[in-house]
C-alpha cells in the first residue's frame, strides 16, 4: 500500500520517534512496544536459560557437585516463572504488537497508552521476582505450582513472589484486552471475521482465555497470601482448609495457560508454511474451528495434572476422556499443515526450517501428551522425567522454535534487511540437535523411574542425564547465534516490502522496513498471487 | 542415526558406569495391575508410532518431491472436506478403541475393597512412617546411612560406592507376596507422593486427607521407589523400599517386631 505510505509523510500530525530514552519510556507505538517485549523476552530467555545451566550442571553426573538441594530448587522454580512468564508469553504479545495492526489493517494497537503501560509491568514484576534471590531464605523453592502447603515455607520471598504473579496477570490482561478490541473494532473494513490470517485468530482465541483464567491465578496466590498472613485456611487442612482445592484453581489456569503459550505458536506456523510452500494455508476455516475447540477443551481438563492426587473414579474418568479428545482439533492443525506442504514448491529458508521443526517435534511431544492422558498408565509418568519431556517438547522445540520462525520470517519487514541466511540455518541446526540431545532421554529416564525435581539422584541415571546436559549446553550456546544474528541484522542486502516469494497479507504491501505510522488509510485486502 | 552414535560416544567416555543397567522403558512391574499398566503404556506407545509413522513419513515424501529444488509446480488447493472429515473421524475411532481398556484398568486401580493387610503411611519431611493397622506395629522409614553420607554436597564418598544410591531405607515395608495390601496415605506437613515404579502405584500424600491405594505383589523381591511430588529441600531423599517376602517370612518378621522393644518404633 504505497499510498498509505505517501500520505503519511503529508500527514499532519505525523511525527517520528522520540529522541533518546524518552523513545522507549513513553512510546505508545505498537511497533516500538512490539520490539521492547520481544527484547525483554529474549533477556529472560538467557535468565531463564542460565538457571536451567545450572540445573544441567547439578544434573550432569550423581551426587551433588555444584549448588545445595534448596539452592537447586529455587532454580528450578525460577527458571520455570520465568520461561513461562517472562520469555514465551511476552515473545507472543511482542509478536502480537508488530504483527497484529499490519495484518489487520490498522494504524496501531486500540489502546496505545495501556499498551505501554502493559509492558513496563513486566520488567518490574521480574525485577521484583529476581530480587528474591538475594532475600533471606532465598528465591521461591516451591515449583512454579506453588502448591501450599510448601509454598507457604518460603522465606521473605514469599509476598514478592505473590506481588510479581499479580503484576505479570495485570500485564497480561491489558495486552489480552488491547488485542481483543483491536481486532474487534480496527480491521480494515474488507475484512470479515473468517478471513483474518490466522495469526490473528490464535491470538484473538489466546486473549480470550488470558482474560478468563489470568483472574483465576490472582485469586489463588492472593488466598495463599492470606493464608500466610492474615490467618485465614484456604488450603491449609489444619484450619478446615484444602490443600488440594489449590490444586484444582491453579490447574484451572495452568491448562489453559499452556495453550496460551501453544496458539499464537500454531498461529505464527500456519503463517509461514504456505508462504514457503506457494500454497494457501490448507483448511483455514477448519484451523480457527480447530484452534477454538482446543480453547474451549482447555477449560474442561484441568485435573489431568491430578490423576494422583485421590479423585472420585467418575471425576478421573471425565478428565481422561475429555483429555483425549484435544487430541483431535490437534491432530487436524497437523494434518493441515502436512496438507500445506503437499504437493507445493517448497523452499527451506531459515523460517520454514523452524517451522517444519516444530511440526515434527511439537508433535513428538503431543504424543507423550496423548500417553499422559491415559489416565492409569499416567500414574506411572505423573511427575517423573517423562512429563518433563513433554512439556520441554511442546513448550521448547514447540513455542519455542514457533517464536524463532516468526522472528526470522519477520526481522526482514522489522529491520528492513535480510539476515544472515547461513547463521540462521546453523542456529536452526545445532538447536534442533541439541534440543533432541537434551530432552529425548528424559523420556527414557522418566520411564525408568527418575522423579522430577530432584537434585540428585540414583546411578543408574547417569548416562542418560550426562547426555541431556550435553545437550542443554549445546542448545544455550546455540542461542547465541541467533543473537548474532540480531547484531548483524542491518548488515544484510535491503529487504523489498514482499520479502519472500510472494507471501500472502496486508503486513507484506508496506515497504521493509515498516515506517513508524502504518495504515493510517484502511487498505483493501490484497490479491492472492499465484505462483 | 547422530542419536545412536552419540548415545555409544557417550557410553565410551563412561566405560567404567553401569551401562549394562540402562533401562529405557517403564518395568512390566510385579502385580497384575503393573502389567496392565504396561501393556496400555505400550498400546498408546504404538498407536503413536504408527501415526507418528504415517504423519511424519507424508511430511518427509513431501519434504522429498515437492520442493521448489526438484522443480515441482506448486498446486492451489486448499480444501477437502471428505480428508477434513475422515482425519476427524479415523482418531476418534482410536481414543475410543483406547479408553475402553484404560477405564478397565482404572476402575480396578481404584477397587481397595476386601484388603489382606493395611498399611498406613504418614509423610514427613523427609522421611516416611508406616503403621500395620493390625499387626500393631509402626515404624519411621528414612534413607539409609550411606547414601547420606555420599549425598552431601563436599562428600568424599562417591555415589558410585554406594550400592542403591538414594534408593536403599534403614527399615524397609514388608509385605507378604500374594496379599492384597491396602495402603491409606496422608501427610503430616506438606503434599508427598508414594510411588514405587514395580507396584505401578502412585498416590499423594496430603496433609488432612486420607488417600486410599492398593497393589499385590505377585513375586518375592525388594522393590524401590521415591517421594513423587516436591516436598521441600530433601525431596529427593525421601526413598521408599518394599521387600516383598513369602508368608512365613512375614509372620517371622512381624514377630520379631513386636519382641523387639517398641522404642525402636519410636526411636526417630
Given at each position: 500500500m504505497t499510498t498509505a505510505v505517501a500520505d503519511a509523510h503529508e500527514a499532519h500530525d505525523d511525527h517520528g520517534p522520540a529522541k533518546g530514552i524518552k523513545r522507549w519510556l513513553f512510546t505508545t507505538n505498537h511497533k516500538d512496544i512490539g520490539t521492547m517485549y520481544l527484547i525483554f523476552s529474549l533477556t529472560m530467555l538467557f535468565v531463564g536459560g542460565a538457571m536451567a545451566m545450572v540445573i544441567r550442571s547439578e544434573l550432569a553426573q550423581p551426587g551433588l557437585q555444584f549448588v545445595h538441594p534448596e539452592f537447586f530448587n529455587q532454580m528450578t522454580t525460577m527458571h520455570a516463572l520465568i520461561m513461562v512468564f517472562g520469555a514465551v508469553m511476552p515473545a507472543f504479545v511482542g509478536l502480537a504488537n508488530w504483527m497484529i495492526p499490519l495484518m489487520i489493517g490498522a494504524p496501531?494497537?486500540?489502546?496505545?497508552?495501556?499498551?505501554?503501560?502493559?509492558?513496563?509491568?513486566?520488567?518490574?514484576?521480574?525485577?521484583?521476582?529476581?530480587?528474591?534471590?538475594?532475600?533471606?531464605?532465598?528465591?521461591?523453592?516451591?515449583?512454579?505450582?506453588?502448591?501450599?502447603?510448601?509454598?507457604?515455607?518460603?522465606?521473605?520471598?514469599?509476598?514478592?513472589?505473590?506481588?510479581?504473579?499479580?503484576?505479570?496477570?495485570?500485564?497480561?490482561?491489558m495486552g489480552a484486552i488491547n488485542v481483543i478490541v483491536t481486532i474487534m473494532n480496527m480491521r480494515t473494513p474488507s475484512m470479515s471475521l473468517i478471513k483474518m490470517p490466522i495469526f490473528v485468530w490464535t491470538w484473538l482465541i489466546t486473549a480470550y482465555l488470558l482474560i478468563a483464567v489470568m483472574p483465576v491465578l490472582a485469586g489463588a496466590v492472593t488466598m495463599l497470601l492470606t493464608d500466610q498472613f492474615f490467618g485465614t485456611s484456604f488450603f491449609l487442612a489444619a484450619g478446615g482448609g484444602d490443600p488440594v482445592m489449590f490444586q484444582h484453581i491453579f490447574w484451572f489456569f495452568g491448562h489453559p495457560e499452556v495453550y496460551i503459550m501453544i496458539l499464537p505458536a500454531f498461529g505464527v506456523v500456519s503463517e509461514i508454511i504456505p508462504t514457503f510452500s506457494r500454497k494457501p494455508l490448507f483448511g483455514h476455516d477448519?484451523?480457527?474451528?480447530?484452534?477454538?475447540?482446543?480453547?474451549?477443551?482447555?477449560?474442561?481438563?484441568?485435573?489431568?495434572?491430578?490423576?494422583?492426587?485421590?479423585?472420585?473414579?467418575?471425576?478421573?474418568?471425565?478428565?481422561?476422556?475429555?483429555?483425549?479428545?484435544?487430541?483431535?482439533?490437534?491432530?487436524?492443525?497437523v494434518f493441515n499443515w502436512v496438507a500445506t506442504m503437499w504437493k507445493g514448491a517448497m523452499t527451506f529458508e531459515t523460517p520454514m526450517l523452524f517451522s517444519l521443526g516444530f511440526v515434527f517435534l511439537f508433535t513428538i511431544g503431543g504424543f507423550s501428551g496423548l500417553m499422559l492422558a491415559i489416565a492409569p498408565a499416567d500414574v506411572q509418568y505423573h511427575d517423573t522425567y517423562f512429563v518433563v519431556a513433554h512439556f520441554h517438547y511442546v513448550l521448547v522445540p514447540g513455542s519455542v522454535f514457533a517464536i524463532m520462525?516468526?522472528?526470522?520470517?519477520?526481522?526482514?519487514?522489522?529491520?528492513?534487511?535480510?539476515?544472515?541466511?547461513?547463521?540462521?540455518?546453523?542456529?536452526?541446526?545445532?538447536?534442533?540437535?541439541?534440543?533432541?540431545?537434551?530432552?529425548?532421554?528424559?523420556?527414557?529416564?522418566?520411564?525408568?523411574?527418575?522423579?522430577?525435581?530432584?537434585?540428585?539422584?540414583?546411578?543408574?541415571?547417569?548416562?542418560?542425564?550426562?547426555?541431556?546436559?550435553?545437550?542443554?549446553?549445546?542448545?544455550?550456546?546455540?542461542?547465541?547465534?541467533?543473537?548474532?544474528?540480531?547484531?548483524?541484522?542491518?548488515?544484510?542486502?535491503?529487504?523489498?516490502?514482499?520479502?519472500?516469494?510472494?507471501?500472502?497479507?496486508?503486513?507484506?504491501?508496506?515497504?521493509?522496513?515498516?515506517?513508524?505510522?502504518?495504515?493510517?488509510?484502511?487498505?483493501?485486502?490484497?490479491?492472492?498471487?499465484?505462483? | 542415526m547422530i542419536r545412536k552414535s552419540l548415545l555409544s560416544a557417550l557410553g565410551l567416555l563412561f566405560a567404567s558406569s553401569a551401562f549394562a543397567e540402562w533401562e529405557l522403558n517403564m518395568p512390566r512391574g510385579v502385580t497384575e495391575l503393573s502389567a496392565e499398566t504396561y501393556e496400555l503404556h505400550m498400546i498408546v506407545l504404538?498407536?503413536?508410532?504408527?501415526?507418528?509413522?504415517?504423519?511424519?513419513?507424508?511430511?518427509?515424501?513431501?519434504?522429498?518431491?515437492?520442493?521448489?529444488?526438484?522443480?515441482?509446480?506448486?498446486?492451489?488447493?486448499?480444501?477437502?472436506?471428505?480428508?477434513?472429515?475422515?482425519?476427524?473421524?479415523?482418531?476418534?475411532?482410536?481414543?475410543?478403541?483406547?479408553?475402553?481398556?484404560?477405564?478397565?484398568?482404572?476402575?480396578?486401580?481404584?477397587?481397595?475393597?476386601?484388603?489382606?493387610?493395611?498399611?498406613?503411611?504418614?509423610?514427613?519431611?523427609?522421611?516416611?512412617?508406616?503403621?500395620?493397622?493390625?499387626?500393631?506395629?509402626?515404624?519411621?522409614?528414612?534413607?539409609?546411612?550411606?547414601?547420606?553420607?555420599?549425598?552431601?554436597?563436599?562428600?568424599?564418598?562417591?555415589?558410585?560406592?554406594?550400592?542403591?544410591?538414594?534408593?536403599?531405607?534403614?527399615?524397609?515395608?514388608?509385605?507378604?507376596?500374594?496379599?492384597?495390601?491396602?495402603?491409606?496415605?496422608?501427610?503430616?506437613?506438606?503434599?508427598?507422593?508414594?510411588?514405587?515404579?514395580?507396584?505401578?502405584?502412585?498416590?499423594?500424600?496430603?496433609?488432612?486427607?486420607?488417600?486410599?491405594?492398593?497393589?499385590?505383589?505377585?513375586?518375592?523381591?525388594?522393590?524401590?521407589?521415591?517421594?513423587?511430588?516436591?516436598?521441600?529441600?530433601?525431596?529427593?531423599?525421601?526413598?521408599?523400599?518394599?521387600?516383598?517376602?513369602?508368608?512365613d517370612a512375614f509372620q517371622a518378621w512381624v514377630d520379631s517386631r513386636n519382641e523387639s522393644d517398641v522404642s525402636v518404633a519410636t526411636a526417630n
Open positions: 496501531d494497537m486500540a489502546l496505545p497508552r495501556m499498551n505501554n503501560w502493559s509492558f513496563w509491568i513486566l520488567p518490574v514484576a521480574f525485577g521484583m521476582l529476581g530480587s528474591t534471590l538475594l532475600m533471606p531464605g532465598g528465591a521461591p523453592a516451591g515449583g512454579w505450582t506453588m502448591y501450599p502447603p510448601l509454598v507457604l515455607q518460603t522465606g521473605d520471598a514469599f509476598p514478592f513472589l505473590v506481588f510479581s504473579v499479580h503484576l505479570m496477570g495485570l500485564s497480561s490482561i477448519s484451523m480457527v474451528y480447530a484452534a477454538a475447540s482446543i480453547a474451549f477443551l482447555s477449560f474442561i481438563v484441568w485435573a489431568h495434572h491430578m490423576f494422583t492426587v485421590g479423585m472420585p473414579l467418575t471425576g478421573q474418568m471425565f478428565f481422561m476422556f475429555a483429555t483425549m479428545l484435544i487430541a483431535v482439533p490437534t491432530g487436524v492443525k520462525a516468526g522472528a526470522y520470517y519477520w526481522l526482514p519487514k522489522w529491520t528492513g534487511h535480510m539476515y544472515n541466511e547461513t547463521a540462521g540455518k546453523i542456529h536452526f541446526w545445532t538447536s534442533t540437535i541439541f534440543v533432541n540431545l537434551t530432552f529425548f532421554p528424559m523420556h527414557f529416564l522418566g520411564l525408568a523411574g527418575m522423579p522430577r525435581r530432584i537434585p540428585d539422584y540414583s546411578t543408574q541415571f547417569a548416562d542418560f542425564n550426562f547426555m541431556a546436559s550435553i545437550g542443554a549446553f549445546g542448545f544455550g550456546l546455540s542461542q547465541l547465534i541467533f543473537v548474532y544474528v540480531l547484531l548483524t541484522s542491518k548488515k544484510g542486502e535491503k529487504a523489498t516490502a514482499e520479502v519472500w516469494d510472494k507471501p500472502y497479507g496486508l503486513e507484506w504491501t508496506v515497504p521493509s522496513p515498516a515506517p513508524y505510522h502504518t495504515f493510517d488509510e484502511a487498505p483493501e485486502m490484497p490479491v492472492r498471487s499465484v505462483h | 504404538w498407536v503413536c508410532v504408527w501415526i507418528g509413522i504415517f504423519v511424519f513419513g507424508a511430511m518427509i515424501w513431501s519434504l522429498i518431491f515437492h520442493r521448489k529444488a526438484a522443480g515441482h509446480k506448486p498446486a492451489q488447493f486448499s480444501h477437502s472436506t471428505v480428508a477434513e472429515i475422515v482425519w476427524t473421524i479415523i482418531p476418534v475411532v482410536i481414543l475410543l478403541a483406547m479408553a475402553i481398556p484404560a477405564a478397565k484398568t482404572m476402575i480396578e486401580l481404584e477397587d481397595t475393597r476386601n484388603p489382606d493387610l493395611t498399611i498406613v503411611a504418614t509423610a514427613y519431611q523427609w522421611k516416611w512412617h508406616y503403621k500395620y493397622q493390625d499387626e500393631g506395629l509402626e515404624f519411621y522409614s528414612s534413607l539409609a546411612r550411606p547414601s547420606l553420607e555420599a549425598r552431601r554436597l563436599d562428600s568424599e564418598k562417591s555415589p558410585w560406592e554406594v550400592e542403591n544410591y538414594l534408593l536403599e531405607v534403614d527399615r524397609p515395608v514388608v509385605v507378604p507376596v500374594g496379599a492384597k495390601v491396602r495402603l491409606l496415605l496422608t501427610s503430616n506437613d506438606v503434599v508427598h507422593a508414594w510411588w514405587v515404579p514395580e507396584l505401578a502405584i502412585k498416590k499423594d500424600a496430603v496433609p488432612g486427607i486420607v488417600n486410599e491405594t492398593w497393589f499385590r505383589a505377585e513375586q518375592v523381591g525388594t522393590y524401590r521407589g521415591q517421594c513423587a511430588e516436591l516436598c521441600g529441600k530433601d525431596h529427593g531423599y525421601m526413598p521408599i523400599v518394599v521387600e516383598v517376602v513369602e508368608p
